[in-house]
């Protein structure tokens, strides 16, 4: 997967990630036994002995593609997973094998700020 550096979202925004995941050579990585994670917390609430991430303000379980050999897999975020209050928060993605490996592949700044038209 390529680096994603700072993520700045509208609160209230429905936004969709396509990933893909590769290894150190560039290959695909097989999805078929993962579970693709995506979390943001704010930075004063990650807490190591939370381990259902009860604190994370927004938490998604990724969409494999069709065809999960591919590496690919879409995080879905909706207006109403990202109507919390605005702020700078941390993400990360972890990729969770049936056997339970955990590989954190990506982790960076998530910025939420007020949109300047509030009607829909």
Known sequence: MQPIT????????????LLTFTNDTGSAIDLTHQ???FTVKS???IDETDITDANAI???TGVK????????????????????PNGNYLWDIRLVSDTGVVS??????FNITDPVTNRT
């Open 6 to 17: 700072t993520i700045s979202i509208i609160r209230g925004t429905d936004k969709t990630f």
């Open 35 to 37: 579970t693709v994670l």
């Open 43 to 45: 930075a004063d609430n």
């Open 58 to 60: 927004i938490k998604k």
């Open 65 to 84: 593609d069709a065809d999960p050999t591919t590496g690919k897999a879409t995080i879905i975020l909706s207006n109403t997973d990202t109507d919390v």
């Open 104 to 109: 954190n592949v990506s982790s960076s700044p």
